[in-house]
């Protein structure tokens, strides 16, 4: 809901959840939330079936999974108005377990994939996340917002006619409805509208039944029959592993990006154990796991201005009754109306701004080329966390190799006797690599100074250059004195100087 001075701002504070308490009291905020998890619930149900094909399982499974991860999330997590559900990177990771083992290895990998994720954050592993540098997060954004339009292009290619000023109608409404009124979310408008046209006049369009069988029950407990054995856990640990790994990659990334739009801190170590609660529960309800599905959070919190949990307890639920009692109607929905939805989440999603050509011109070449990376290779693989350790391996590299040339060594010869040389700069294995070099070992004086008070230490391979240097210069009778260290440095050198063995 806007004000006269634009968004609301929601007060949200995660230990207390005063956001949820705020929607309760307030009828406008609540009704905003509950819609926003309507519209949710409605994009999950073709998507949760088509990674159900993907992971090569039944679609019930991959719906029953979206409903369970969506509803304890929004218990556990740590980012509210975060939308978690089955997703394609979790399917991709898991699929092979189900495609060699079946389905009770599989769904025991996912609650194994669970307790992975449990044990990492309370390891620490949401600390990570401030190495992710801007420029990734610009290129993580721009990227899922390439994936969400490239997964519509299938359901515009080799359809009726009839699909295109479906979609293109729908467009419109999710354009300018938000200028006329917000009191209902455009994209509910969107679907509601263009399934009333589309069962007025009979037009045969592909809809949400031919996507796949929807469910008529309730989920219940499922214990998958596997053998509790050592090569069991030998088998499924690096599946669990590696769905661990990408779907805390995938969630802590979007929560990051959750917190910028809505100008609130989240609680990453608590939204990583939830993901890890949240696909224990859902392996124990007979789900394929999933994780944070960053186009629908993206419909929940920019598109339909969602805040708390409310809307992710909302999606769960209603993806739930619809899924089970109006099975039948939701069958009804045209995939041109999801589309248009999906579209224009797309379109929203993309930050603008880095694109710009202006932008690009003032922006140094090793953060567009760190944004590139990031796009090119999530694109390319369609997996969100290979993109972003790509990417993060990307900054990484050129930030060394900055770093490594703003190293200075400056020579002056003081007496007859005494040579000093002053080094400048952050010493680590890329920038005191060549620093070897850089002594006149043959016509020095007898003593040499060499002046660290304008430089810090900061590895092992530093330490053995200097330790090379000594030795170059004690192999023509000549000795080094270092001085100007002081804390870690001086401790590091010390520690380590001697011990390292070799010469460079």
């Given at each position: 809901m806007n004000t006269p001075h634009g968004p609301e701002q929601v007060p949200h504070d995660p230990r207390t959840d005063v956001s949820v308490r705020f929607a309760l009291r307030s009828p406008a905020r609540l009704k905003t939330e509950l819609l926003a998890g309507l519209v949710v619930a409605l994009a999950l149900i073709p998507e949760a079936i088509a990674f159900s094909v993907i992971a090569g399982v039944d679609p019930?499974?991959?719906l029953f999974a979206s409903v369970t991860m969506a509803i304890t999330i929004a218990i556990v997590g740590g980012r509210p108005a975060m939308i978690s559900a089955a997703t394609a990177a979790v399917a991709l990771v898991i699929a092979p377990v189900s495609e060699q083992y079946g389905v009770d290895h599989l769904i025991a990998t996912v609650i194994l994939g669970g307790v992975f994720q449990v044990l990492l954050s309370f390891l620490g592993v949401a600390k990570l996340m401030r190495f992710v540098p801007r420029s990734v997060m610009v290129g993580f954004v721009n990227s899922l917002a390439i994936l969400v339009f490239v997964a519509q292009i299938p359901h515009l290619v080799d359809v009726p006619w009839m699909v295109y000023p479906l979609v293109a109608a729908g467009l419109l409404v999710l354009v300018f409805l938000p200028k006329i009124t917000e009191a209902v979310p455009?994209?509910?408008?969107?679907?509601?509208l263009l399934t009333a046209v589309t069962v007025a006049f009979s037009l045969n369009v592909p809809d949400v039944a031919d996507q796949g069988e929807l469910p008529e029950s309730l989920p219940t407990l499922f214990f998958p029959d596997v053998p509790l054995t050592f090569e069991t856990?030998?088998?499924?640990?690096?599946?669990a592993l590696a769905m661990a790994l990408v779907g805390l990659m995938e969630s802590l990334m979007t929560a990051k990006l959750v917190d910028d739009i809505t100008d609130t801190r989240s609680d990453k170590t608590r939204e990583g154990w939830g993901q890890g609660v949240a696909n224990i529960v859902t392996g124990f309800f007979g789900g394929m796991g999933g994780c944070a599905v960053v186009g629908q959070t993206m419909m929940n919190v920019k598109v339909s201005g969602a805040r708390t949990r409310l809307s992710t307890l909302a999606a769960g639920v209603f993806l739930l009754i619809l899924v089970v009692a109006l099975g039948d109607i939701v069958g009804l929905v045209p995939m041109a109306a999801l589309v248009a939805v999906m579209i224009m989440v797309s379109i929203a999603t993309v930050d603008w701004?880095?694109?710009h050509p202006r932008t690009l011109r003032l922006m140094p070449l090793s953060e567009t080329v760190v944004m590139v990376v990031t796009v090119v290779a999530t694109?390319?693989?369609?997996?969100?966390?290979i993109g972003v350790s790509l990417g993060v391996l990307t900054?990484?590299?050129l930030f060394a190799r900055r770093v490594a040339h703003m190293?200075?060594?400056?020579?002056t010869l003081t007496s007859d006797d005494t040579c000093t040389y002053r080094v400048t700069g952050e010493l680590f294995w890329a920038s005191s690599n060549d620093l070897v070099f850089q002594f006149d070992y043959i016509g020095d004086p007898e003593n040499v100074v060499?002046?660290?008070t304008a430089a810090d230490i900061w590895d092992a391979s530093t330490v053995a250059t200097f330790d090379a240097i000594q030795q170059k210069y004690a192999a023509k009778g000549k000795t080094v004195t270092i001085v100007g260290l002081d804390g870690a440095s001086l401790e590091r050198l010390r520690r380590l100087s001697g011990r390292l063995g070799g010469e460079n």
């Open positions: 019930r499974v991959g455009a994209p509910l408008v969107t679907i509601v856990l030998r088998i499924l640990a690096p599946y701004h880095s694109v694109v390319s693989t369609g997996n969100l966390a900054a990484m590299v190293t200075t060594v400056e020579r060499v002046d660290l």
